[in-house]
Nanobody
């Protein structure tokens, strides 16, 4: 089974930057797609950013709310998925989850909490 471990969450003020990381037990280029999702109280888990077709080079998609502020990337040597988050806003506060898809199966990490104060 694929194991995913997130790190990098914390407490920041609005306008600051932070980077989240997700390390996978599987060689990352054996994974079809990976992404970051987030969930805040009272809301459904939502897609933040993803990379599809990773074995073919990777194709990024972003939620409209983070487009231009966040950047998703892969470090193949470290089997790590990163999310660079710039100009953070209080509404970005959530638990962020790493997701991996291999064929029809989905795998999830335990999440890392980001809190952005105004």
């Amino acid at each position: 089974q694929v194991h995913l471990v997130e790190s990098g969450g914390g407490f920041v003020q609005a306008g600051e930057s932070l980077r989240l990381s997700c390390t996978t037990s599987e060689p990352i280029f054996f994974i079809n797609a990976m992404g970051w999702y987030r969930q805040s109280p009272g809301k459904q888990r939502e897609l933040v950013a993803e990379l599809t077709s990773i074995p073919g080079g990777g194709r990024p998609n972003y939620a409209d709310s983070v487009l231009g502020r966040f950047a998703i990337s892969i470090d193949g040597a470290k089997n790590t998925l990163n999310l660079q988050m710039n100009n953070l806003r209080p509404e970005d506060t959530a638990v962020y989850y790493c997701n991996a898809r291999i064929l029809s199966r989905n795998y999830w990490g335990q999440g890392t909490l980001l809190t952005v104060s105004s």
